[in-house]
């Protein structure tokens, strides 16, 4: 069992290396926009911008949405804007005003960000086995153990988790925090534990303006659920979307996001393929999961009729984005 575990973890990491699907067809797309290449959907890519956005001094504006991703090295700096940039597939990193962030890896199996000034809200509704994502404040890194949602602070310096499971590791000690759980830089590499409110943290700017994010995504993959035409899937968990013109997420099973949104899922030729059991023959689109729990052979679902840019989908159930 643990042999087979650790040859599916392997596999997991082969797939996310590989993942670029190119099913690009252009009848879906306006306002002169085009797919862009699946190469530039990895770590760093940029989805979406607000306001005062700039890239090592250098301003970024919507129109670089689909064509723009950091590479490692490279930073991406807000005035008074707020910019969203994609990580492993399902995760959002989303900065605020007066923030920075640089990129020092930007692997799928393993992607790091240093924040070096202002807040950072990360969101994971996702978490493959196999990958690595790591966000460090000063000489302290928080790693992922689990999907959630996760605040970051560079003014003062701390780790916050609003959803799910953080390791922050500091020069000396290493602690896990969980939900409604805070680790302030400020008290030195003792790491202690704190609590903090849940619901004073829900007003922050940042967090109104991810949630919002959050929302048009799920609604965006509602969209997908409901006709597959002009969408283009480009990436591992990735698709296109030309009439939002930012990229849309579509998992490997149904899942809710942190904020309690409704992401259908399903297969995507080559995204998820084997790694939840193989195509099991299903040649030319992917089988959507009509319920949370998808076995990937014999789970509810219904699948596109000639795949992407062919006939309608016949959707089964409710839409992908209503709240828990």
Request: aromatic share 12%; hydrophobic share 35%.
């Amino acid at each position: 069992m643990k042999t087979s575990f650790k040859s599916s973890l392997k596999l997991a990491g082969a797939l996310l290396a590989s993942a670029t699907l190119t099913l690009a067809q252009t009848s879906g797309y306006n306002n002169n926009q085009t797919a862009p290449s699946p190469e530039s959907v990895r770590p760093g890519s940029l989805n979406y911008v607000e306001g005062q956005v700039s890239s090592n001094g250098q301003p970024i504006d919507l129109h670089e949405v689909g064509h723009f991703a950091l590479r490692a090295g490279q930073s991406l700096e807000t005035g008074n804007g707020y910019a969203e940039v994609l990580l492993t597939p399902g995760a959002f990193l989303r900065i605020g005003p007066n923030s920075e962030f640089r990129m020092t890896s930007v692997g799928l199996a393993d992607t790091r960000i240093n924040l070096g000034r202002g807040n950072a809200l990360l969101e994971a509704d996702q978490v493959i086995p196999g990958t690595h994502l790591e966000v460090t404040v000063g000489n302290t890194s928080g790693d992922l153990l689990k999907k959630g949602l996760y605040e970051f602070s560079a003014n003062p310096q701390d780790f916050r988790v609003l959803d799910g499971k953080l390791e922050v590791v500091g020069l000396t000690k290493t602690r896990d925090i969980g939900k409604g759980d805070q680790i302030a830089l400020a008290n030195g590499d003792n790491l202690k534990k704190v609590s903090f409110d849940l619901n004073q943290a829900k007003t922050d700017p940042l967090y109104v303006w991810s949630e919002a994010r959050s929302r048009d995504e799920a609604a965006r993959n509602q969209l997908v659920a409901q006709n597959s035409a002009g969408y283009v899937p480009v990436g591992a968990g990735w698709f296109w979307d030309p009439y939002a013109g930012y990229y849309g997420f579509w998992p490997s099973a149904y899942l809710y996001s942190p904020f309690g949104f409704g992401f259908y899922g399903g297969y995507y030729p080559g995204f998820y393929a084997g790694y939840y059991g193989g195509f099991h023959g299903y040649r030319g689109g992917f089988l959507h999961a009509s319920a949370p729990h998808f076995d990937g052979v014999h789970g509810n679902g219904v699948g596109f009729h000639g795949g992407f840019g062919g006939g309608g989908f016949h959707a089964a159930g409710g839409g992908g984005g209503g709240r828990r």
